[in-house]
Nanobody, 125 residues
Framework: QVQLVESGGGLLQAGGSLRLSCATSGRTFDNYAMGWFRQAPGKEREFVAAISRSGGYTYYSDSVKGRFFISRDNAKNTVYLQMDSLKREDTAVYYC??????????????????WGQGTQVTVSS
């Protein structure tokens, strides 16, 4: 059974930085792409970032490009999301996700079949 556990969320002021971590278990980590999504109150879950199996390819939503950075450590079965220059509109529950298909690095919800429980990030002005 695939398990994903996020950590690192919190409350901070606009302009600050935060790093989220997602520890995984249950299958061969480096066979699958990983992603981060977020969901703000009253809104749909949206794509934030994705990283290929080897870490050689990364993808970002336009709203976070240049401020957020996704990385992975395959030796630790962990994926990270470094968030810099945070804005109030980044406030959301952030979810780690693991891809369904080992050969695809997607950016859509349907590309990911395993999800963490989410971690809250709140940015105040």
């Amino acid at each position: 059974q695939v398990q994903l556990v996020e950590s690192g969320g919190g409350l901070l002021q606009a302009g600050g930085s935060l790093r989220l971590s997602c520890a995984t278990s249950g299958r061969t980590f480096d066979n699958y792409a990983m992603g981060w999504f977020r969901q703000a109150p009253g809104k749909e879950r949206e794509f934030v970032a994705a990283i290929s199996r080897s870490g050689g390819y990364t993808y970002y939503s336009d709203s976070v490009k240049g401020r957020f950075f996704i990385s992975r450590d395959n030796a630790k079965n962990t994926v990270y999301l470094q968030m810099d220059s945070l804005k109030r509109e980044d406030t959301a529950v952030y979810y780690c996700a693991a891809a369904i298909n080992p050969f695809v690095t997607g950016t859509q919800l349907r590309d990911f079949g395993f999800w963490g429980q989410g971690t809250q990030v709140t940015v105040s002005s």
